[in-house]
């Protein structure tokens, strides 16, 4: 079963346009990482933040995360056509220290 | 530094064929996971090993099994295969043995059963 659900399941915009995903988890967490997904290839590691971190920036990225909602969002800022990818939150539910769960992921269209 | 590799990239069976699947780890890594990603979700914990011991196990039927060698490397073996078994298997590694660690991803094997 997904441990998180993302939103929206699918994005399209312009080159130059922010883009916001969000997850939502159901369990507690010591963090959450993000992942990029290229046409059905392997996972990238875009992103780690802590549950005792609100906010963390790397490049042109901006996470953020809400443990009392149990939610986070990635922003992608003066997104590129190469940004086009599905984008996909994990977490490591509590119990489980072996098993990453991820979402169902975000499809990301960027057209120029 | 090479990433992590698996083998085959693309593999054709037919039902009730086996299936074996190898993952080699990012040198330095101990641990290797396993993930079944069908399309259109995300990818499904299968396995993690670390140190050669399995570490955990998802949801999968025991026709799924796998194995860490000495060096690292790991098989997912597949018996009596389904139709439902066509999807991306990934592997990933990381140093230690918490799924916590930031995962490398290999570019997968894509299964496709008849």
């Known amino acids: 079963s997904q441990q998180g659900e993302e939103d929206p399941q699918a994005l399209s915009i312009q080159e130059g346009e922010n883009a916001t995903m969000n997850c939502s988890y159901k369990?507690?967490?010591?963090?959450l990482q993000w992942y990029r997904q290229n046409s059905g290839r392997g996972l990238v590691h875009l992103i780690l933040?802590?549950?005792?971190?609100r906010e963390k920036h790397s490049g042109r990225l901006r996470v953020t995360l809400d443990t009392s909602k149990k939610s986070s969002s990635l922003l992608i800022t003066a997104s590129r056509a190469a940004d086009t990818a599905s984008y996909f939150c994990?977490?490591?539910?509590?119990?489980?220290?072996?098993?990453?769960?991820f979402g169902t992921g975000t499809r990301l269209q960027v057209t120029l | 530094d090479a990433g992590v590799t698996q083998s085959p990239t693309h593999l054709i069976k037919t039902r009730g064929q086996h299936v074996t699947l190898r993952c080699s780890p990012i040198?330095?890594?101990?641990?290797v996971s396993w993930y079944q990603q069908v399309l259109g979700q995300g990818p499904q914990f299968i396995f993690q090993?670390?140190?050669?011991?399995?570490?955990g196990r998802g949801n999968f039927p025991d026709r799924f099994s796998a194995r860490q060698f000495p060096n690292y490397s790991s098989e997912l073996n597949v018996n009596a295969l389904l139709l439902g078994d066509s999807a991306l298997y990934l592997c990933?590694?990381?140093?230690?043995?918490?799924?916590?660690?930031?995962?490398?991803f290999g570019p997968g094997t894509r299964l496709l059963v008849l």
């Open positions: 990933a590694s990381s140093w230690g043995q918490w799924a916590q660690e930031t995962q490398y």
């Open positions: 369990t507690s967490i010591n963090n």
């Open positions: 933040i802590r549950s005792n971190e």
């Open positions: 994990a977490t490591v539910p509590s119990g489980t220290a072996s098993k990453l769960t």
């Open positions: 040198s330095g890594h101990k641990s």
């Open positions: 090993y670390y140190e050669k011991e399995e570490r």
